[in-house]
């Protein structure tokens, strides 16, 4: 069945329940032109959005509709995440080829609601029209932060330490398995093809976090922790060293690196997506903060580096050499 | 100078000047990945999002950048006002085609703003990405209402009057204009373009009749009056007559029925995007809110019909004769 056959009416059938997680926070949803909705009293509003285009974002294939829609939605997921948010409403707009099947369209949405499931909030409303040429998914999420809590780029400060969440490296590794048609281990490529396509946005994590102790600044890894250091040194002023031997890389990536003969760093460092957060914090409460992270959510948080002052750069240490650390990648330093 | 040649961040230079309208609500707008926002005490979170896309809702031509930026945001901001809310904060997503003029893109934003500071309110984020074939505009608009003062389309009883605010069929006699180059009046050329390409969403209106009297239903006009009324009759579970003698129709859409021998409900009930909003309300309300919203604003606000049971169906009362009226059209009755 296209959607061509269904039209406008019958598409938003096929999609339009199962999307309310918390309908105490719901007063008008889907169906009228705008959604009525509760925010918590004395919390700041939080708004973010992503558009993701087939060709450029993303290939249709028969079985992957609801890997696209979990990305788009774990992509704004993340974004609310690395503010010390949590997520509370999404809209999302479509535009639709009419040759498409109807039943892709609704793998999409089926992907976009595993992620709201996941993360406990709402679909409240949207738009879908006719694209000729391309679909285009469009996600605008809210959310909620307390006003003494939301994270910055631009607050860390020489001293403080360096910690990311998770793994790094996975959605890359992922992705080499995808693209080149590499062989690992099964329980290897049963991992990090999980963690290509269902990353897991670190909202839990990060609310255990600013609990713990004080952190100075935040963001998602969406472009690679390399890109991320870059950004919150350049919004906070300050250096960085990034300390190669305690970067938290999985057995799955380790192998790849090995059977492609790449460097580990092109998938911990300059692999993105893998949605995990960098934070900085001063030492004490860096500790606290680890663990925090591990007792609340079972999630790992490692401390990788620390903060210098802004005219020492941003270096890698690895092997007791300093190498400066780019964007993108990294040149011989000493 | 096209898109590719200044990248995504040159773009982004060329647009994100002069969009923020009331600095107090805004913590962190647009240039972090998450807008941090504030939203007013007490008050319901409101939230609507639109889609546009190039050859299927408009066309690009070398001067209609602006047009085209301004009525997608002014479809989001008629949304909010047909619920009775203030709109507060808006969010951008754009599919650039990369060969673009990065002028038109500023014209694009430049109609956006537009709008944004008439109804006064921010942008506070979004996303430029590209898209290989067709510009893609999405708008999500936010809000907020009072918890007691939200407007449904469900609420209408036989015996309410209905109003609508402005003039109906401007937009769509604007547009028979421009397609198939109809001549009149300098005048009524000039008053029908502006209406056509710079419609005007009624948020004041509708604010100002919430304060007069009770509104027992709302929609605001985007695919015709008798679509909309429609849409309240089968929400509401009624019946309605609309007064042909009584519908506010401007002494231009007059001129361009007559010219083009057309029947003027082609214009005033079938003709979409006037954004205009048609209520209901009690009779001795409806006196009120017509007046209040004249007093308070200077637009006009006219009674043009009634509610009756959902027995009579919806009809259209001219020349001494009920014909039904259907959706998209009107069919004769007796």
Redesign the interface.
């Known amino acids: 069945m296209k959607v061509s056959d269904i039209g406008e009416f019958g598409l938003i059938d096929l999609i339009k329940d199962d999307t309310i997680y918390n309908p105490d926070d719901v007063?008008?949803g889907i169906g009228?032109?705008?959604?009525?909705?509760?925010?918590p009293?004395?919390?700041?509003?939080?708004?973010?959005?992503?558009?993701?285009?087939e060709?450029?974002?993303f290939i249709v294939e028969p079985d992957n509709g609801e890997k696209i829609g979990y990305r788009a939605m774990a992509a704004n997921v993340s974004?609310?995440a690395?503010?010390g948010?949590i997520p509370t409403?999404a809209?999302i707009?479509?535009?639709v080829r009419p040759e498409m099947e109807a039943s892709y369209i609704e793998q999409v949405y089926n992907g976009l609601k595993k992620c709201s499931k996941l993360y406990e909030f709402n679909i409240?409303?949207?738009?879908t029209?006719?694209?000729?040429?391309?679909l285009?998914i469009?996600v605008?999420l809210?959310g909620w932060?307390e006003?003494d809590k939301?994270l910055?780029?631009s607050r860390a400060r020489p001293g403080d330490l360096i910690l990311v969440t998770g793994n790094l490296g996975d959605s890359r590794a992922g992705l080499e398995l995808i693209t080149n048609k590499i062989k690992v281990s099964e329980k290897a490529e049963e991992y990090l093809l999980e963690r290509h396509y269902y990353p897991t946005p670190r909202v839990k994590e990060i609310r255990a976090a600013l609990e713990a102790g004080t952190i100075t600044s935040a963001?998602?890894i969406?472009d690679g922790l390399g890109n991320e250091i870059h950004e919150i040194a350049s919004a906070s002023e300050v250096g960085a060293v990034i300390w190669f031997d305690e970067l938290p890389i999985s057995n799955a990536v380790k192998e790849v690196a090995e059977i492609t003969k790449k460097d580990l760093l092109d998938f911990c460092l300059f692999g993105g997506e893998d949605f995990e957060v960098v934070m900085t914090a001063p030492p004490r409460e860096a500790e606290l903060i680890a663990r925090a992270i591990k007792n609340e959510t079972g999630t790992e948080a490692t401390i990788i580096g620390k903060i210098v002052d802004k005219s020492q750069g941003i270096m890698l240490f690895r092997n007791n050499q300093y190498k400066k650390l780019s964007k993108k990648g990294y040149v011989h330093f000493n």
């Not at 009228?32 to 925010?39: F, G, N, S, W």
């Not at 009293?41 to 285009?53: F, H, N, S």
Request: glycine share 8%; aromatic share 2%; charged share 15%.
């Open positions: 007063v008008v009228d032109d705008t959604a009525v909705l509760k925010h009293p004395g919390k700041l509003l939080l708004a973010t959005t992503d558009m993701m285009i060709t450029v974002h974004d609310i690395s503010m948010g409403h809209m707009s479509m535009g409240v409303g949207g738009d029209v006719s694209s000729p040429q391309n285009v469009n605008a809210m932060v006003p939301y910055l780029r963001d998602d969406s």
